[in-house]
């Protein structure tokens, strides 16, 4: 794939593909640096070699690949027996007697081992290096080849990265003829390395061998399992501090090196019982209380205002069931902590190939006039500047708006990266994101010890400030768009001039050929994709857009992971990847984890944090509570995904997983196997989990493989395929190799025409796309559905928060557009309460666990908060003006009640705030912020949700600026923008004002026998007026700088003193007051 070959645009159903701007011909993929030597299917290290130079074999029978370590640990501790075959090991040279070994008749003969002949008399070739060719019959050819999957072009079975992380399909054929066919995950094996010829003895049953047993994953899986049960244990039985060990050859260090790899990449930190326990107490007793004062509350009407008092229980139970949804999901929360040294340790060793997985970075964007190209720029080249190796990142640029200014600004952010990423990588700088690097407030020297670093600093802000100009004159260019539309620079009309009516685009930006950096060495691949949009056709916004990247990201390069990140959220910490790595890798979460989520944090929001923008409490105790449980909701960003996770598969799960839910267990005992698919075999299915709509599993595909000699059950497997994938062999082809990779014999050419094929506006009809294949649709906020679907199926995610944040974004933090952001967030989670995906009625027969279930219930059903929440707020006012109350006079004993609950409330918060960490100016906004969204956003957002659902018409609120004033520091903070958002919560403020002063007047009028009954009733308007007060700060805007609370009191107690006065009247002599009271009036 060559980077600047030219921009790929064309549409499959029209026929049509163009190459515009060529600038030469494409060139062949460069295949990738091979790895030496097969590689542990337990534990991934290489095999090895015997001290004879040939690969280390642990089974005689079936070659299966196993290192010595797993194979000496086996023996001493295990089954001792073959993961796949089940043969017994036998000793091998170099190795410790165990029992049993006496009973062994035969002894191993090493140097003859694979000189076996045929019956027949033919020798079986064996691989002596470059020097000897495998012979067609063995390598190349089959009998009956297996049929292909792309357009009739070959699907070798050599993957061009040497790593675990590839698999493709694979014939076995040898003695047996091609009698066996099926889709293996085998790793790489290189020619130029001794290979083990796996010879079968055809008397045998095939299943002893793993042939045709597609069992053996499950077994394998299981194994690695128990290997890290037992990882613990292993690290002392191979030395005891006495040099070599007996009997193994082995050095101790060697030994204890590879025992460190061998340990877990990362741990649960649990947080202390002496915070935890206390908090759970409260809890407890919080609800015991809350059951006493709802229970008193119903039982004791208030009969002179009967409304009032009915409406105030009705908000009350409410509100208690709301806590209840928030409050359990938080019963388990944990930290983690990832150990990127033994990841370096396992996959990544100094002077090897790297073993890490490939990852491809999704970077979305729509209009580059509200989201500047700059910031999206920044974004790419944190990206393209990561720390991990080169050939294992792919950055895919997502343009829905197929904007020419994106495109050019690409272009732009490609040529700097070429002098921006060896700079970062060279000098190990922190953030690598150009604009947030060069304005930080901080002592760059600090740890800095090249003499040349001040230098090249120096001249690379002056190489970005010339960038920045660049890009500031295409901005400037495209702020009026030409009547003829815009125009390339060879004079090639904008294929995207029209965003709703235009061909899909590609361009390969950076790649393997070309994509150098200044210093020569690779950079990451970086690519440009605009899918075609036409008329009358539904492209679902990001949803569709993340697909289409899916399907184009799994035929140009196919990582076994995806990171997806917004255009304004950039890569504050450059070994992000690996710390997800650490996870997805890791032996014991990688086959079940379906995302790594990232917490998001931002710049550029004031000190105070008026508009609770960093959502401090969701990130740091909600989604740490739900990492103990299943795993925290999918929060649209900063996330990587298992790419096997967004195909349907189901996870692999150990038997534990594999225990009914606490609901089903309850209710209808010990689980059976519900619905089967009719082609799944029993046995399987039951070691299977049952996913509420089983998409795709790994059976599904290696039964379809082995029937390939059926040419029936071929075509009906094709059909099955691509009716769930889609019209596309090449894409079908990738989902089968698990750990990613492409064939390295595919024409580039032919890559990017299936490429446009895969991002066609009509790619996706009559298949499961966005129903349950990759990003879900129903819903503007198809984060919370798409990762509510993978749980479904019994899939975990895992919570991860370096020490240095691992992203960092930008954040609406002028009030109308906060506003209008909750109220988008709001609108989905309607959309989602009232579709057939909601957690109160789907998934039932799922994996997905019980608190988990009830934090997503309350993820959706929080907008319907804020009609309770309304008409509690205008409750005290309303009492205020009627001289009324909700609360009948109360006894001492009753008012207990009142007192504790309010005491468990705040204790509740301050046990959560100590085991969180969480400061209390963090959990104040949140707690003022609930109540401005809840009186505004919210409540727009269900009946918006309504008309949308259920009378299908879609409402808008457009946000316009009215004014603005001085810039500054924060000058955004003060913008005001008028939105009808901003009605319901001025008028909350307003009558719960007059309220006060109305009250207070009849107070004063009515003397002090009415001033205790008051207390009540300004104590609930006065709560109301606090936690609106940041939304009137910045209904107000800046004023000539004058506080804000300043002009409130003045207010108040110019209205208070002006009753006062006329109270008071204190120029009225008491003769002139009491003829004035003597007079009669009109009926005297």
């Given at each position: ?50 001290a ?100 009739g ?55 002893s ?29 191979y030395?005891?501090g006495?040099?070599?060990n ?25 947080i202390s ?44 139970i ?11 999901p938080?019963?388990?929360?944990i ?15 100094e ?5 890490l ?14 989201e ?26 997502s ?10 600004a ?9 002098k ?5 990588k ?35 802000k ?19 768009m ?81 990171l ?66 299943q ?36 209710c ?61 062999p ?25 490429a ?8 996706e ?20 559905l ?15 928060m ?132 809840g ?5 727009f ?35 005001f923008?008028?939105?009808a ?34 207390f ?12 609106l ?19 409130v ?36």
């Amino acid at each position: 794939m060559e980077a600047n070959a030219g921009l790929i645009a064309g549409s499959h159903k029209r026929n049509e593909l163009v190459l515009i701007r060529h600038d030469g011909d494409v060139g062949q993929a460069k295949p990738l640096k091979h790895l030496n030597g097969q590689v542990c299917q337990i534990c991934g290290d290489t095999v090895g070699v015997t001290a004879t130079g040939d690969v280390f074999v642990a089974c005689n029978e079936c070659a299966f690949p196993v290192c010595r370590a797993c194979y000496e640990y086996e023996r001493k501790d295990g089954n001792r027996s073959c993961p796949q075959c089940k043969t017994r090991y036998k000793r091998l040279k170099g190795s410790p007697r165990v029992e049993g070994d006496d009973e062994e008749v035969d002894v191993d003969d090493l140097e003859n081992e694979f000189n076996y002949t045929h019956e027949n008399g033919k020798a079986v070739h064996q691989w002596l290096g470059d020097d000897v060719e495998l012979s067609s019959s063995s390598r190349h050819e089959s009998r009956h080849p297996v049929p292909l999957l792309t357009h009739g072009q070959p699907f070798s079975g050599e993957i061009p990265s040497a790593t675990p992380d590839n698999q493709s399909v694979r014939t076995t054929s040898g003695p047996l003829g091609s009698g066996e066919k099926r889709v293996h995950s085998l790793p790489y094996v290189d020619p130029s390395h001794p290979v083990p010829v796996r010879i079968v003895d055809p008397s045998k049953d095939l299943n002893s061998y793993g042939l045709g047993n597609v069992d053996w994953k499950e077994r394998v899986e299981g194994w690695k399992l128990k290997q890290d049960k037992n990882m613990m244990q292993m690290s002392g039985k191979y030395t005891e501090g006495k040099g070599d060990n007996e009997g193994t050859g082995s050095n101790g260090e060697e030994l204890q090196m590879v025992d460190d790899a061998r340990q877990p990449l990362s741990r649960v930190v649990p947080i202390s019982s002496s915070h935890l326990t206390p908090y759970r107490i409260v809890i407890i007793l919080r609800l015991i209380i809350l059951c006493f004062f709802l229970q008193y509350r119903v039982t004791h009407p208030v009969n002179d205002a009967y409304p009032l008092w009915l409406t105030s229980v009705i908000c009350e139970i409410w509100f208690a069931l709301s806590w209840l949804l928030d409050q359990f999901p938080k019963w388990f929360p944990i930290n983690r902590e990832t150990y990127l040294d033994r990841l370096a340790l396992r996959f990544d060793r100094e002077g090897e190939p790297s073993q890490l997985a490939p990852v491809d970075v999704f970077v979305s964007t729509v209009d580059p006039l509200k989201e500047p190209p700059i910031v999206t720029a920044n974004t790419v080249l944190s990206i393209l500047a990561v720390d991990y190796p080169v050939d294992k990142v792919s950055c895919y640029v997502s343009d829905d708006g197929s904007a020419m200014l994106t495109f050019e600004a690409l272009s732009e952010t490609s040529e700097f990266a070429r002098k921006w990423v060896p700079f970062c990588k060279k000098h190990n700088i922190e953030p690598r994101a150009p604009e947030f690097y060069f304005a930080q407030k901080i002592d760059y020297l600090k740890d800095k010890i090249q003499p040349s670093f001040v230098k090249e600093r120096r001249a690379m802000k002056r190489e970005y400030e010339e960038f920045k100009v660049r890009i500031n004159a295409l901005v400037a260019k495209a702020q009026k768009m030409p009547e003829e539309g815009w125009t390339m620079q060879d004079g090639t009309a904008w294929p995207g001039n029209n965003p709703r009516d235009h061909p899909g685009m590609i361009q390969v930006f950076l790649g393997h050929s070309g994509g150098l950096d200044t210093d020569g060495n690779e950079l990451p691949r970086l690519v440009y994709v605009s899918r075609e949009k036409r008329p009358g056709f539904q492209h679902h916004k990001k949803a569709g857009a993340m697909n289409a990247l899916i399907r184009v990201s799994a035929v140009l390069t196919n990582g076994a992971y995806l990171l997806n990140v917004d255009c304004d959220h950039y890569f504050n910490n450059s070994k992000a990847l690996r710390e997800a790595m650490c996870f997805m890798m890791d032996p014991a979460y990688g086959k079940k984890t379906c995302y790594v989520q990232f917490p998001q944090r931002f710049d550029g929001i004031d000190l105070h944090d008026r508009y609770a923008n960093r959502n401090i409490v969701f990130f740091d105790i909600n989604l740490k509570g739900l990492d103990g449980i299943q795993g925290p909701v999918y929060v649209g960003t900063g996330c990587c995904f298992n790419r096997q996770a967004l195909y349907g598969y189901d996870p692999v799960l150990t038997e534990a997983d594999l225990e009914p839910n606490i609901i089903v267990k309850s209710c209808c005992g010990s689980r059976k196997k519900g619905r089967e698919k009719k082609y799944i075999d029993k046995k399987r299915a039951v070691k299977r989990t049952e996913s509420t709509i089983p998409i795709f599993n790994m059976e599904d595909i290696e039964e379809g493989v082995e029937a390939y000699d059926d040419e029936k059950s071929l075509l009906m497997s094709q059909k099955s395929l691509e009716k769930r994938f889609g019209q596309s062999p090449v894409f079908i082809a990738s989902t089968f190799m698990e750990q990613g990779g492409i064939p390295p014999s595919t024409n580039p050419a032919s890559l990017l025409k299936e490429a446009i094929h895969v991002i066609s506006c009509g790619y996706e009809d009559k298949s499961e796309w966005g129903k349950e294949i990759g990003w879900i649709y129903g819903s503007v906020t198809e984060d919370i559905l798409t990762g509510f679907k993978m749980h479904a199926r019994g899939w975990i995610s895992i919570y991860c928060m370096p020490p240095r944040p691992a992203f960092k974004g930008s954040a609406p933090i002028n009030l109308s557009d906060r506003l209008n952001q909750v109220l988008r967030w709001a609108l989905g989670s309607i959309e989602i309460l009232l579709s057939r995906h909601c957690p109160i009625w789907y998934g039932y027969t799922g994996r997905l666990k019980l608190l988990e279930r009830l934090a997503y219930i309350n993820t959706i059903v929080y907008p319907l908060t804020s009609i309770p929440l309304l008409a509690y707020c205008i409750l005290p006012a309303v009492c205020l003006l009627t001289g009324k109350f909700i609360i009948p006079e109360i006894s001492n004993f009753a008012s207990m009640w009142f007192i504790l609950l309010f005491v468990s409330i705040f204790a509740t918060g301050i046990l959560e705030l100590r085991w969180s960490g969480v400061g209390i100016d963090d959990w104040w906004r949140n707690e003022q912020f609930w109540v401005i969204g809840g009186t505004s956003a919210h409540l727009f957002a269900v009946f918006q949700g309504l008309l949308k659902v259920l009378a299908g018409i879609d409402t808008n609120f457009t946000v316009t600026s009215k004014a603005s004033d001085e810039d500054g520091d924060f000058a955004e903070l003060y913008v005001f923008k008028w939105t009808a958002l901003l009605i319901p919560p001025t008028t909350v403020l307003i009558v719960n004002m007059v309220g006060i002063v109305a009250g207070v007047s009849y107070a004063i009028n009515s003397g002090y026998q009415s001033w205790g009954p008051l207390f009540g009733k300004l104590f609930f308007a006065i709560w109301v007026i606090v936690h609106l007060y940041p939304f009137l700060k910045g209904l107000l805007g800046r004023q000539n700088r004058t506080p804000t609370i300043v002009i409130v009191w003045s207010l108040l107690l110019a209205s208070i003193f002006s009753l006062l006065w006329v109270r008071i009247d204190p120029f009225t002599s008491d003769a002139t007051k009491a003829a004035a009271s003597g007079q009669c009036g009109v009926n005297c």
